[in-house]
């Protein structure tokens, strides 16, 4: 009886082997595009974030509502009147 050989000695070596592996091609320029949509939410959240940032009392408007309250011929009847127009409007009076 022969025994004739079948391979190597070794049966893992011949899996254990490695090839080399080629270099990816490098892509070409990636490009992005934005939907109009996309664009349209994305100024939306840029001004709702300044709107956040925004002080709720305007501190130039006050100083000047307290210039004119502080000058004495500022106030006369037609300022009154006007004020309690207003005033009368806004409840529905």
Do not use: C
Request: aromatic share 6%; proline share 5%; glycine share 2%.
């Amino acid at each position: 009886m022969t025994i004739e050989r079948l391979g190597p000695v070794d049966p893992v070596q011949r899996y254990s082997q490695t090839e080399k592996t080629q270099r990816a091609a490098k892509p070409e320029n990636d490009s992005v595009d934005f939907s109009d949509e996309a664009r349209m939410k994305a100024e939306v959240f840029h001004i709702a974030d300044q709107v956040r940032k925004t002080p709720d009392v305007r501190a130039d408007r006050v100083e000047e509502v307290k210039r004119k309250l502080e000058d004495p011929n500022y106030i006369d009847d037609v300022i009154v009147e006007h004020v309690a127009e207003q005033i009368m409007d806004m409840f529905s009076l």
